[in-house]
């Protein structure tokens, strides 16, 4: 079965500086891998996905995230934070090799300072 | 506005009350999901329709919960006899499926509180 994990609840960073926020799978296939994005009284908005091809995908405003294979890794990342930013990010992976169940993060708010 | 839409947006409801949730897709989107999400956690998946057939469940869905794609277009979730612990937002996602990867887009949810 596959597993996602976010290992920091909240991630702070300073308006203007660049900002990572890390994910960690485990699926016995190929992974899937996507970010969603939450805003208070919203529903979640896909971001980005790697499904195969460059490790490094890019996606909406701004942001990327780099598949790293052998750390079965998936950390997302902008070059320069927004206040705008500020928001709860979901990393998401779907076993390629089996059914449709995507297991999504327990997600990580993002807070990013002026 | 042609993203995914749900109703009620909220619900407050009894004990041992049955509920029911509606979920209208992106129009020309062939699957649809449901997922639950608690204060904390991520989205856990439910339930999900290719078209109009049900196709897989989660373990997460006990015999009060049952779900229905007519047609193949907006998809209703009822809870029967609900229970305390199912307070929860209950979200519904659409994807077009061309191809195997695809992203799904998720409505704002229904947010279910039982009393």
């Known amino acids: 079965a596959q597993s996602v994990a976010q290992p920091e609840d909240q991630v702070n960073v300073a308006e203007g500086n660049p900002l990572t926020v890390k994910c960690t799978y485990s699926v016995s296939g190929n992974p899937y891998l996507f970010w969603y994005v939450q805003y208070p009284n919203r529903g979640l908005q896909f971001l980005l996905k790697y499904i195969t091809g460059d490790n490094l995908v890019k996606g909406s405003y701004g942001f990327e995230a780099e598949f790293n294979k052998s750390q079965t890794s998936f950390h997302l990342k902008k070059p320069s934070a927004l206040v705008s930013d500020s928001a709860l990010y979901f990393c998401?992976?779907?076993?390629?090799?089996?059914?449709?169940?995507?297991?999504f993060g327990p997600g990580t708010r993002l807070s990013v300072l002026p | 506005d042609t993203g995914v839409s749900q109703n009620p947006r909220h619900k407050i409801t009894k004990r041992g009350q049955n509920v029911t949730f509606r979920c209208d897709p992106i129009?020309?989107?062939?699957?649809l999901y449901w997922y639950r999400q608690t204060l904390g956690q991520g989205p856990e998946f439910l339930t999900y329709f290719q078209n109009e057939a049900q196709l897989e469940k989660s373990r997460l869905l006990s015999d009060r919960f049952s779900a229905e794609r007519p047609k193949g277009s907006f998809s209703t979730l009822e809870i029967q006899r609900t229970e305390q612990g199912d307070s929860a937002m209950y979200l519904c996602?659409?994807?077009?499926?061309?191809?195997?990867?695809?992203?799904?887009?998720f409505g704002p949810g229904t947010r279910l509180t039982v009393t």
């Open positions: 996602a659409s994807a077009l499926t061309s191809g195997s990867a695809y992203e799904q887009y």
């Open positions: 998401a992976v779907r076993d390629g090799n089996y059914g449709q169940n995507f297991v």
């Open positions: 129009s020309e989107h062939n699957r």
